[in-house]
């Protein structure tokens, strides 16, 4: 599917200009329920008290009002001849913030012009991720070079950083941070066999770094006020990220797990939902591969899969952890995993609401005021015609998006 996307700009918010916007008739999120009441947005950041002055008044016409969503893993947004169409998705479906953890850095900046704007999609960029040789991404980053769409300059220093040893990391590292990353991408694969796999060519790709250098890098990343966020494939994974002290666990345990054979490494404990609580470690989804966990004709992996991903949610969920949505899925976006959530039934509706428009966002851009409705927060939010909280399909049902004062068509 593609999108147009035109922008009416209400007012010259972004020019830096004086302009007061109201919005009437709209029922505006409260964390709770929904409020009918009159909202201004005066310079892009919300008040309740009618200003001085007000130059445009729009009609929300009943509209359930509820914060912009979040993407809090994919690597959609790059410079190619899709970016228009993938930001006008992003736009059309209400998703004003994502996070891309490992990112080519001339893809990112060919599209500096486009993303981070008043009307535009607020993006932030890993660069490239740290991983040991023959590990996720070089895979990637070969099939690239083989189709003649990457060259090798786009390999080591670029797309991925390869950390074989603290020698490597102590000669790249100054780099790193040189290239001005928005936070640092670690790659976990399967650390309890770190040894094992380390030199055995038969499992390229599916091998992560040495887990006892992970806490040695989030050191240094803190040191440099920059976040770190960990891929990882199972539990040994998530239990080394979260006892090095990483930010973000940028999968769920058996994110790759197709479902069949044994799922004992991706069934998360009590206590690692705990010890991720206590360290105020947030994880990111990324389970639905843009499939409905209730679709018809589900094979038996299929429901397998779906088991172990609803319990593993539910004791994060029960021990309090921070969860946020993302999809990782290449040509889609967290709408996809956000229904597939909605599936699983974990969360009620309103849990799940916040999740992606409150929480997703809050952990994409830490220090903004984003994410709730009320004064002093940027005024950005998009209008449902229905209440998600009776159905969360309602969030499909987009009337109006505005972002920092800017009506979005």
Do not use: C
């Not at 967290?334 to 929480?359: G, H, I």
Request: charged letters at 20%; proline letters at 4%.
């Amino acid at each position: 599917m593609r999108y147009a996307l035109t922008l009416l700009m209400l007012s010259s918010t972004a020019a830096g200009a004086q302009s007061a916007i109201e919005f009437t008739r709209g029922r505006w999120f409260n964390g709770r329920d929904f409020d009918a009441r009159v909202m201004y947005a005066e310079n892009g950041v919300f008040q309740s008290r009618r200003p001085a002055t007000v130059d445009t008044t729009i009609d929300l016409a009943g509209g359930f009002v509820v914060p912009p969503f979040g993407e809090a893993h994919n690597h959609n947004i790059e410079g190619s001849s899709r970016t228009d169409a993938t930001l006008a998705r992003y736009i059309a479906e209400g998703i004003f913030y994502v996070m891309n953890p490992n990112s080519l850095p001339r893809s990112s900046a060919a599209v500096a012009d486009k993303v981070n704007k008043p009307n535009a999609v607020d993006v932030i960029f890993a660069n490239g991720g740290l991983n040991v040789s023959g590990g996720h991404p070089h895979d990637l980053v070969q099939r690239n070079i083989g189709r003649g769409s990457w060259t090798l300059e786009d390999a080591e220093g670029a797309f991925y950083h390869t950390i074989d040893d603290r020698a490597a990391l102590d000669a790249k590292w100054p780099a790193i941070v040189a290239g001005k990353p928005d936070f640092i991408k670690i790659y976990l694969l399967y650390s309890n066999e770190y040894a094992k796999r380390k030199d055995d060519s038969t499992v390229r790709g599916m091998k992560g770094l040495d887990p006892t250098l992970v806490p040695e890098i989030v050191r240094r990343a803190h040191e440099a006020g920059l976040r770190v966020g960990a891929h990882i494939e199972n539990v040994a994974d998530f239990r080394t990220a979260v006892a090095s002290g990483v930010d973000a666990i940028m999968h769920m345990p058996g994110y790759g797990w197709l479902g069949s054979g044994d799922s004992a490494q991706y069934l998360l404990s009590e206590a690692d939902a705990m010890e991720a609580a206590r360290h105020r470690t947030s994880v990111v989804t990324t389970l639905a591969f843009g499939q409905r966990a209730n679709a018809p004709g589900r094979t038996p992996s299929q429901v397998r899969r779906n088991a172990i991903n609803a319990a593993n949610l539910r004791t994060l969920k029960a021990a309090g952890v921070s969860i946020a949505i993302g999809s990782d899925n290449y040509g889609a976006t967290s709408r996809s995993e956000a229904l597939y959530l909605s599936d699983l039934a974990v969360w009620s509706n309103l849990e799940l609401l916040k999740l992606w428009s409150e929480t997703t966002p809050a952990l994409i851009f830490p220090a903004r005021k984003i994410a709730v409705l009320r004064d002093g927060f940027e005024a950005s939010f998009v209008v449902l015609e229905q209440n998600p909280l009776d159905d969360f399909a309602n969030v499909l049902r987009i009337t109006r998006r505005v972002k920092q004062g800017n009506l979005l068509h």
